[in-house]
Structure formats: structure tokens, C-alpha cells
């Protein structure tokens, strides 16, 4: 009897394709890239019998998989093995798990991404910095920002530098932490190495914190590693951003900008950007800018990425003198 585990995916692909029909495998075929069309295509074509059983196999495991999806999508992995532990037995339920984890890109903590902030902070706040930062380094940065806000002003600072320079993480590090606050997990994590944190995933938590606490941690990196923060610094609030100001705010920002500088910005600016400055200037300055650009001509991207700069450090030296509030999360909502 032919079992369907002695099959290649392809060939499983292919095997389905058949047993479905031309109809809804043509409609399968729409969500396809054309390399994938033309292999499953070809692996049609030399598919010249298959017998029922083989048929039912196939079709069993594809529904296995589609049930799987299903309940990851409802409550995450945990939830699913559970269901499938009840559904196919342990050993069958880890087999199909283990089968879509590396298709769906499963993030390790993926449980705790699902969990309260104040929850997570009471679970981890003893923990040491390094493994805070693996955690967080996961977690959304909405919830990142939220946990990191609310740690010991002496340990955000830490945990904010350990996650900014954090590069690749053994899986055997990953396993073990996984191991203590989620067993469930621990057996999921079957990449070499996986990437995490970096200057990007702290930009994107600070960028969500409120200022009080991005202030203390930028203060305290200027003088632990003025590189690292002075890198930081500038991803934190690129030029797109202008768009998180109010009208009044932009309007005391373009007070400060030199004109020649705001045409070249807006010239690598994307539409709603410029409506939004031409929207907060009069209509003449306005006019006389949208010229000036329309005769500059083509305008290389370094010159644009350097006006853009100078207007975002206008934006960050009144942000610090606190005449411009930019919309984030946290704390900084505005009482009055």
C-alpha cells in the first residue's frame, strides 16, 4: 500500500491539485506565484495514476493542516496542540505542528505576546536584564514599551542597551527561557539561529514609550555608548513622521526651517507628507516652494535624505524644549 509520507510536498501538492479538480485547483492556482504554477504544473503532468487510498491520505493531511491553521489562528499554538492532542493523539498533533511552525514563521514567547503588559512585567521584572531584553526583543513594541515604562529607571536603560546591541541568539538560550515561562514552547524552536532585537527594535520601542522614560534611557546610553545612541537617535523620528504633529505644531517647526531645505525634503516626500506642509504654510510661500521645485529638477536621494535630517533635528530640539508635543504611546497625553 502506498503511504503518503514516501511523497514530496510537491507531489503532495500535485496529488490534491488532481483530487480536487479542475475547478477549484484553477481558482488555488490564482493565489500562486508563476515558478510555483509552473512546477506544480509539470509534477501534474507526470502524475499518471494514484491510487484511492493515496488520494485519502493526501486529503486527510492537507485537512489536518487546514485545522491546525484554523485553531493557531483562534488562541495560538498552545490552544492548537491542546485540540489537536484531543483530535489526533500527541505524537500526530506535534507532527503537523511541527510541519507549519517554520511555513508560518512561529516567533518564539508567541504565548506571551497574547498576554497583559502588567502581566508579563510582574512575571520577568526579577528576571536578569539580558533575558528581559530576549523577551522583549519578541514582543510587540507596543507592549515592549508599555513593560520597559514601568521597570526600574537603572534597569530600563540596561535592558534598552542589551536589546540594541543583541544580534543572534542561540536556540538553545531561546529553549531554555521558553522552558520557564512557557514549556508548551520549547520544543518548537528548530532554527540554526534566530535574529533578534537590534537598533531597529529598540527604535521602535522608544518610539512607543513615553518621553520621560525614552529621555532617561537616550541620557544614560549618550554616556555608556554615544555611538550606539547617537545611531539610535537617528532612526527614532524619520522625516514621515511630521505627519504624528498637529497644525500648530508644524506650523512652529517650518518657523525654523530654511526654505531651500523644506523643497528638497518635500521633493522625496510622499503626497500626503507635502499636503500636510502646504496645508500649514500661507498660500503664496506655499506656491513659491511648489515652484522652486518643479525647477530644481531631478535631486539626488543623499541631498534629500539630508534636508529631511536638518528638519527632523528642528523637530527633535523644539520636542526637548518642549514647545511641540509628538503624538506617541505611553505617557504623554496632553491635560489642559
Do not use: W
Not at 523577551?135 to 530600563?156: E, F, R, T, W
Not at 541620557?219 to 527614532?236: F, G, Q, T, V
Amino acid at each position: 500500500m502506498e503511504e503518503s509520507s514516501e511523497y514530496t510536498g510537491l507531489q503532495k501538492a500535485a496529488i490534491l491539485l488532481i483530487t480536487l479538480g479542475p475547478e477549484r485547483s484553477a481558482t488555488i492556482f490564482k493565489h500562486l506565484k508563476e515558478d510555483e504554477i509552473e512546477e506544480l504544473t509539470l509534477e501534474i503532468a507526470n502524475t499518471r495514476s494514484i491510487s484511492p487510498t493515496t488520494k485519502e491520505e493526501v486529503l486527510n493531511e492537507f485537512y489536518q493542516v487546514c485545522l491546525a491553521q484554523q485553531y493557531i489562528a483562534e488562541g495560538g499554538i498552545g490552544y492548537a496542540k491542546e485540540l489537536l492532542d484531543k483530535a489526533l493523539g500527541e505524537d500526530k498533533a506535534q507532527e503537523v505542528i511541527s510541519k507549519l511552525t517554520a511555513s508560518l514563521q512561529v516567533r518564539p514567547f508567541e504565548f506571551i505576546r497574547k498576554t497583559d503588559p502588567s502581566q508579563i512585567l510582574n512575571f520577568i521584572q526579577d528576571e536578569h536584564p539580558q533575558t528581559i531584553a530576549l523577551i522583549l526583543s519578541y514582543m510587540a513594541p507596543a507592549q515592549s514599551s508599555l513593560v520597559i515604562g514601568s521597570l526600574p529607571p537603572d534597569k530600563q536603560s540596561d535592558v534598552a542597551k542589551r536589546i540594541a546591541m543583541m544580534d543572534r541568539t542561540s536556540p538553545d538560550v531561546i529553549k531554555e527561557v521558553e522552558r520557564v515561562l512557557e514549556r508548551k514552547l520549547a520544543s518548537l524552536i528548530n532554527q540554526d539561529y534566530t535574529i533578534v532585537g537590534g537598533v531597529d527594535s529598540i527604535v521602535a520601542i522608544l518610539n512607543s514609550v513615553d518621553r520621560g522614560t525614552e529621555k532617561h534611557i537616550m541620557e544614560s546610553l549618550e554616556i555608556e555608548e554615544p555611538e550606539l545612541a547617537d545611531e539610535i537617535r537617528k532612526k527614532m523620528f524619520v522625516f514621515e513622521d511630521i505627519l504624528l504633529l498637529d497644525d500648530r505644531a508644524i506650523q512652529r517647526v517650518l518657523r525654523d526651517v530654511d526654505n531651500n531645505d523644506l523643497g528638497v525634503a518635500l521633493k522625496g516626500a510622499n503626497e500626503e507628507v507635502q499636503n500636510v506642509v502646504f496645508k500649514n504654510l500661507s498660500k503664496r510661500l506655499a506656491a513659491m516652494i511648489k515652484e522652486d521645485m518643479e525647477f530644481m529638477g531631478p535631486v539626488r536621494m543623499k541631498d534629500v535624505e539630508e534636508a529631511q535630517q536638518k528638519i527632523v533635528s528642528v523637530i527633535r530640539k523644539l520636542e526637548d524644549a518642549g514647545e511641540i508635543v509628538i503624538s506617541r504611546g505611553g505617557g504623554d497625553e496632553i491635560i489642559v
